[in-house]
Each structure stands twice: as C-alpha cells, then as structure tokens.
C-alpha cells in the first residue's frame, strides 16, 4: 500500500469522520444565514495557502472546506427562493462517493457495460415518462445549457448539413440565453437567432413564429430550429408546446424543449398535462439539478432518434481500436462533447430507487402548493402587483407603487435580513422580484416566514 491508497481502518476513519462533519454541517443550514459576506476570521489565508510537501490533517482540511461552503449565497438552505433551489439530495452526494471511489470508465460501453446499462435504464425512463417513442435515448450532462448545446448540434446537422448559410432558429425573449450560445458555439452568427414575440402572458406567440419563419423563408434563409421553454427561467411560465410542435411539424424545423427546469413536474398529475406536447419534441433539455433535487452538475438530454445524436457527435482514432459497439447499450461518449466523463447515472439511479418516485412526485406537489400559497397571499396585499399566476413554482411581483428602483430596494431589504434569499427579472420592461420555491428543504413554515418578510419589508421601503 502506498500513502495514497489509505488502509481499511484509515479509510473507514476518514468516512465516518467526514459523515459526522457533514451532518452536524447540514443541521445548521436551518438557522444559517441566506448569505453570508462577512469576512471569517483567518478563512482567506487558509484557502489559498499552497499544499506542503507532508501530509496534512483531514480533519482540518474538511473544517476549512465547511467554512468556505458558508460563504456566499446559501444554496442548499430552505430560506433560497432565488434562481432555482434544489438542495442537493444527501443520497445522490453517497453516490458520488461511490460511483467516483470505483472510478468505472463510461464513456464507451464496452468498458462497463452493467453502469452503462444503470444510466441508460434511468434515461429510457425518463424517455418513457415524456412520452418519447421506444428507441428515444439520451446522455446525461453537465446541466442544461450542455444539454442544449448537444440538441443545437444535432438539430444543425439534422437539418442542415455541413452547410451554415442562412440557417436561423427561433426563441423567444424569454427563453434561457444557452440556447443563443449554442448557436454561436455551433458557428452561427447573433443574426441567426431570431426572437418571436411573446403574448400578454408571457408565452411563445406560435402565430407569429410562423410569420417570422413564413418572411425568412421567403428572404431566402433556411430556419432549422424551434426552440419552446417549458418553465421559463424568468417566470416559469410555459410555452403552447402543442402549437408550437404543430408549427415545427409543418415546416419542417427540429423542435426543442427546454424543460432545464420544469421538466421534472412531468411526475406529478397537475404537471403533466401542463407539459402536453413534449412528447412530440425531437430533444428535451432537463436539469435534474434543479427539479429532481440533486446536486449541480447534473444535467440530462433526451431525443426521440439518437441517431441524430450520434450523427452530430460521434468520431474516433486508432487509440479506440480496440472498443467495439455493444448491441443495445450507448456510447455515451458518441452521442455528447465529453469522451472521459463522469459517471453521473449512479447520481440519478441511487436516490430514485433510495426514495421512490413517489417520494420525488410528492415533494414536487407541495412546491406546487407553496407557489400557489404565495401567489394568493401577495395577490391579496394591495401593495404588490402580481400580475401573473404561476405555471409551477416561480413568483414574479412588484410594488403597486414605485418605480424599478424602489422594487431594487425591496429585494435588497429582504436579502439584508438575511433569512431568506430572492433574485429579480425584468418582464415587460419592469423589474419584478422572482420568489421560486423548489428546493426540497423549503416548506410551509419557510414560505410563511417569506411572506412575513416581504411583508415587513415593503412597510420600509
Ligand atoms: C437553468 C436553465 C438553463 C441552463 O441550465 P444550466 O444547468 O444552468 O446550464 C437552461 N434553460 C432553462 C429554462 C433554465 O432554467
């Protein structure tokens, strides 16, 4: 044994004392604040000092890290109502020890052909839950904006070749900024992300989208691509995925969903029927870092053919002679950008047996109903402004009275209390606080103490 491969006594000692750490670290996120910017004492010094040549004290090393994860904004705390919370499942973060102690290389199957198995049964079940056709397959990803670079490069070569000229998509002014990056790191110009308008409440006008394609088309341009967001980041308001697939159908365009972050209410019965359309999707981009609760870096891609995939994607060299396809199972390294890759199945597979679907179903419910509850009770205060009753989980709103910078002040009071923690859009030009409740720490007595707060603050400001 060498010092870097620990002994079973040093191993088992190591393990239980970061577990202990972990957990007692974990019960203070109740009472911990929202944000933390206070300078800790001696933390800065620790945190850059180079490692020494000698051994260090585990101990030591894991308290620097606790303190460091309670800087900043507190990601995995109930009172995180901004972007969007997901706390970061305990049983996915025991699967990372797992899955990264064994180490097992994925990105060709051949190599480990059952883990590969694990990771393709949770995304063919995934396809199932979406209603995709049997043969839908998929990779798993970074988070969403990979997903969707994949998609966009699947869509270029489906629809277009090799050839770039005049190609254009179509988003809305809400859809999420990684689809337009996509398209320029798949080499086309700003100019070929076209921006449908949107209606009154906030969703793809798919009328007008067929205008723009119908003008393009006449200009002589090559529209490959219709993306629809199912869970908007600004508002999490849902696109007609129906008309919208309808429209794709007809001309011919490869249709996108971006369900980064509402894909993950498909598991619940008032979600599904809100998500009607997916099913006809050629890709779907899902963030289970955000809606299935697990820890960052934890995105999937789903596509009805992964042939087209694979086509985007796949390459090789001599140094891979040696790994041959295996009947039914993915290359996960053909169908996405990374060829060494982690082994994230285990981080999807592990809570969701653990817990149960059920389980996930559930707690999705009651952040339903907290979104709800706080919709109604700001709507019922005259002082705010809430124009719009939520798909899911995110609330926008504003005072009735003041302008963006009065609406700035108020968020900014509400984060200085530092028990909670809310972020801002702008929708039709107007600044509107964002409350989103979806982290599975978050329950009722959070989201009333949240409403307290608001409450509180708007009487000063
Ligand atoms: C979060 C989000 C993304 C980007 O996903 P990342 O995991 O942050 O890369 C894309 N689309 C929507 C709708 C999102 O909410």
Redesign the pocket.
């Given at each position: 044994m060498t010092e870097l491969d620990l002994n079973r006594p040093d191993m088992a000692a190591l393990g239980r004392q970061a577990v202990d750490m972990l957990a007692d670290w974990l019960d203070t996120l109740e009472k911990s604040p929202a944000s933390d910017y206070s300078p800790p004492d001696g933390l800065a010094e620790r945190l850059r000092r180079p490692p020494a040549a000698g051994p260090g004290h585990f101990g030591e090393l894991a308290e620097t890290f606790l303190r460091a994860a309670g800087q900043g904004v507190n990601t995995a705390g109930p009172g995180y109502l901004a972007?969007?919370p997901a706390g970061g499942l305990y049983s996915a973060a025991l699967a990372e020890l797992l899955a990264n102690a064994a180490n097992r290389y994925t990105g060709l199957a051949q190599m480990s052909p059952a883990l590969v198995a694990m990771e393709h049964g949770v995304l063919t079940w995934l396809c199932g839950q979406f209603g995709l056709p049997p043969g839908a397959g998929g990779v798993t990803t970074?988070?969403?904006?990979?997903?969707?670079l994949s998609a966009v490069l699947a869509a270029r070569q489906s629809r277009l070749g090799d050839d770039l000229s005049g190609a254009t998509l179509y988003v809305t002014g809400h859809?999420?900024h990684?689809?337009a990056k996509a398209a320029r790191i798949c080499g086309l110009p700003a100019a070929a992300v076209r921006e449908v308008p949107m209606t009154d409440d906030l969703r793809m006008d798919v009328r007008a989208a067929a205008g723009l394609i119908a003008a393009d088309r006449a200009k002589g341009l090559r529209p490959f691509l219709l993306a629809g967001?199912?869970?908007?980041?600004g508002t999490g308001t849902i696109d007609p995925l129906p008309e919208a697939a309808d429209l794709a159908a007809r001309e011919g365009l490869w249709f996108h969903v971006?369900?980064?972050?509402?894909g993950g209410f498909q598991l619940t019965e008032r979600g599904r029927p809100l998500l009607t359309g997916m099913e006809r999707a050629d890709s779907i981009?899902l963030?289970p870092?955000?809606s299935m609760f697990l820890p960052?870096g934890t995105?999937v891609l789903l596509v009805r053919d992964p042939a087209t995939l694979h086509a985007a994607h796949a390459d090789g060299g001599d140094y891979l002679q040696d790994l041959a396809a295996m009947d039914g199972l993915p290359d996960f390294a053909n169908l996405g950008v990374e060829l060494t890759r982690e082994f994230r199945g285990l981080r999807l597979w592990l809570p969701l047996h653990l817990h149960g679907v059920d389980a996930f179903t559930r707690e999705l419910e009651e952040k339903l109903d907290l979104a709800a509850v706080v919709h109604r009770e700001l709507a019922a205060d005259p002082r705010f402004s809430v124009p719009w009753r939520p798909d899911l989980t995110v609330v926008v709103f504003r005072l009735r009275d003041g302008d963006d910078e009065r609406n700035r002040r108020l968020l900014q009071e509400i984060n200085d209390g530092g028990q909670i923690y809310l972020s801002s859009t702008n929708v039709q030009g107007r600044l509107y606080l964002r409350l989103c409740v979806l982290s599975f720490r978050t329950h009722a007595r959070h989201v009333d103490r949240a409403l307290e707060i608001i409450r509180a603050a708007a009487d000063v400001c």
């Open positions: 972007y969007f970074s988070g969403g904006s990979t997903a969707t859809t999420h990684c689809v967001t199912a869970g908007t980041t971006d369900a980064a972050y509402g981009a963030d870092h955000k960052y995105g």
